[in-house]
């Protein structure tokens, strides 16, 4: 039976996912829970212009032509209208299996909590430097779908997978896996934390003996991870040598296999800032390496790679205050490795939408390093609470992040730094973290030296 696509989700992947089918010539309809402006939808995106887009409810005849679904990865597959899909006997997919599928080349795809984009920028400008054909693609903002009919046996592929996407995956096969952490975040999706940890682990479902996995050594639940894997493992360490895998000594990262151990880079020729940047960058080797990129290619990819934006990225300097952009720091993790970099006390701007998260480890962080702390969005009456149990009070509410980021100015005095790390995601007040980091950004140029 020929198959009929419906894509779930109107947003860029979806529009992706959609344009990829009409380009390899299957039959398809797009739906949306919500009201669209489908005339304007079609008018900026024309090559879906015949598809028929339907909203707010799946009639029955469309139930009864669609085989597969598509769904975009902010759609849960608890929601009643996924629940109606899996009840009419309608395969689940996504958008990324949907352009593996269709898609050639070689992946390596990039999971966990937290470094996942910064990880998959290093290991694609790696690619990009040693190989003729190589793509960046996934929740690093540009839809797989969008690439993958352009790719080839030859193309090489870095691939940031949140665990949204890997709840839909099938015969998705990375060559090389990573999971970078696995710490509380999403919660509100996934409900539980062993059902969001099964969900980031499903990226090594497919991976054989031939194929590799990197992983975090100094988490626990990915080292005892790793002595489970069909995959070779490689393992990276920020605190501790590794007897094979990558590891800090001194000012070095260092790898060791087989035996043999050779340093990779000094930590003074990269730039960026923190441990966990360093663990980042040993995990771009171990990736790296894997998919045949030569160690003195690498070394010189990291000596020009400059930070992501949004994460932990230098802005301005105003009267001698530096303000950083943590926007991609969106769950208290993340938050955590943005105050441990800096080398400068803090004025904080925190808060934002709700994802069910704790703050306790994050606020304990503040003590010696926080001066104070500025609170915007839904969750600043959870996060000032959890700072009185933890004794910190110089804590002061803003009305919006342009309210913020004056009120931080005012705090902040030579030699300090204003951090953006806001512990929590945007979408109750922007449409996504690199709106809010781009307003900051603006907001911070624009005041008075």
Same mark, same amino acid.
């Given at each position: 039976?020929?198959?009929? +696509?419906?894509?779930?989700?109107?947003?860029?992947?979806?529009?992706?996912?959609?344009?990829?089918?009409?380009?390899?010539?299957?039959?398809?309809? !797009? +739906?949306?829970?919500k009201p669209v402006d489908e005339a304007a939808l079609k008018k900026s995106h024309p090559l879906i212009a015949d598809i028929p887009v339907y909203t707010e409810q799946i009639p029955k005849e469309l139930l009864e032509k669609v085989t597969v679904a598509v769904l975009s990865p902010g759609v849960p597959l608890d929601v009643p209208d996924v629940i109606k899909l899996k009840e009419s006997g309608i395969r689940l997919s996504g958008e990324v299996e949907l352009a593996y599928s269709l898609g050639k080349g070689h992946v390596a795809a990039i999971t966990g909590t937290n470094g996942k984009t910064t990880t998959t920028s290093i290991v694609g400008a790696m690619f990009k430097d040693y190989f003729s054909d190589a793509r960046i693609v996934g929740n690093i903002g540009i839809p797989y779908t969008q690439e993958a009919?352009?790719?080839?046996?030859?193309?090489?592929?870095?691939?940031?997978?949140?665990?949204?996407?890997?709840?839909?995956?099938?015969?998705?096969?990375?060559?090389?896996?990573?999971?970078?952490?696995?710490?509380?975040?999403?919660?509100?999706?996934?409900?539980?934390?062993?059902?969001?940890?099964?969900?980031?682990?499903?990226?090594?479902?497919?991976?054989?003996?031939?194929?590799?996995?990197?992983?975090?050594?100094?988490?626990?639940?990915?080292?005892?991870?790793? %002595?489970?894997?069909?995959?070779?493992?490689?393992?990276? %360490?920020?605190?501790?040598?590794?007897?094979?895998?990558?590891?800090?000594?001194?000012?070095?990262?260092?790898?060791?296999?087989? /035996?043999?151990?050779?340093?990779?880079?000094?930590?003074?020729?990269?730039?960026?800032?923190?441990?966990?940047?360093?663990?980042?960058?040993?995990?771009?080797?171990?990736?790296?390496?894997?998919? /045949?990129? @030569?160690?003195?290619?690498?070394? %010189?990819?990291?000596?020009?790679?400059?930070?992501?934006?949004?994460?932990?990225?230098?802005?301005?300097?105003?009267?001698?205050?530096?303000? +950083?952009?943590?926007?991609?720091?969106?769950?208290?993790?993340?938050?955590?490795?943005?105050? *441990?970099? !800096?080398?400068?006390?803090?004025?904080?701007?925190?808060?934002?939408?709700?994802?069910?998260?704790? +703050?306790?480890?994050?606020?304990?962080?503040?003590?010696?390093?926080?001066?104070?702390?500025?609170?915007?969005?839904?969750?600043?009456?959870?996060?000032?609470?959890?700072?009185?149990?933890?004794?910190?009070?110089?804590?002061?509410?803003?009305?919006?992040?342009?309210?913020?980021?004056?009120?931080?100015? /005012?705090?902040?005095?030579?030699?300090?730094?204003? *951090? *953006?790390? @806001?512990?929590?995601?945007?979408?109750?007040?922007? @449409?996504?973290?690199?709106?809010?980091?781009?307003?900051?950004?603006? *907001?911070?140029?624009?005041?008075?030296?």
């Open positions: 039976m020929d198959e009929f +696509y419906l894509v779930f989700g109107l947003g860029k992947s979806g529009i992706a996912a959609a344009e990829l089918l009409v380009k390899m010539g299957y039959a398809c309809a !797009m +739906y949306d829970g009919d352009t790719t080839t046996v030859d193309t090489r592929i870095a691939a940031e997978i949140s665990s949204f996407q890997l709840e839909t995956i099938d015969t998705f096969h990375p060559e090389v896996s990573a999971i970078l952490n696995i710490t509380p975040d999403h919660l509100n999706r996934h409900h539980t934390m062993e059902n969001y940890i099964r969900a980031k682990e499903v990226i090594v479902r497919n991976q054989t003996k031939k194929d590799t996995v990197v992983l975090n050594y100094d988490d626990e639940e990915l080292r005892h991870f790793g %002595s489970l894997m069909v995959a070779k493992v490689m393992f990276f %360490s920020s605190s501790q040598e590794l007897d094979e895998g990558l590891f800090l000594r001194d000012d070095a990262i260092w790898i060791k296999k087989d /035996g043999v151990e050779e340093e990779v880079i000094k930590t003074d020729d990269l730039n960026l800032l923190g441990t966990h940047n360093f663990e980042n960058v040993m995990a771009a080797v171990a990736i790296g390496q894997a998919m /045949g990129v @030569p160690m003195d290619s690498m070394r %010189s990819t990291l000596r020009r790679f400059t930070a992501v934006e949004h994460r932990i990225e230098y802005v301005c300097d105003k009267r001698g205050v530096a303000f +950083y952009n943590d926007s991609k720091g969106t769950n208290p993790d993340a938050a955590i490795k943005a105050v *441990l970099a !800096m080398n400068r006390p803090i004025v904080l701007i925190g808060g934002g939408f709700d994802k069910a998260s704790e +703050y306790d480890t994050w606020v304990e962080t503040f003590e010696g390093r926080v001066k104070k702390l500025v609170l915007i969005g839904q969750t600043a009456d959870a996060i000032e609470a959890c700072c009185r149990e933890h004794g910190f009070t110089k804590v002061e509410r803003a009305s919006s992040l342009e309210n913020a980021v004056l009120v931080a100015y /005012g705090a902040a005095r030579s030699g300090d730094c204003v *951090l *953006l790390s @806001p512990a929590c995601a945007s979408w109750d007040m922007f @449409p996504n973290y690199e709106v809010r980091g781009n307003e900051f950004k603006s *907001l911070a140029k624009g005041l008075p030296d």
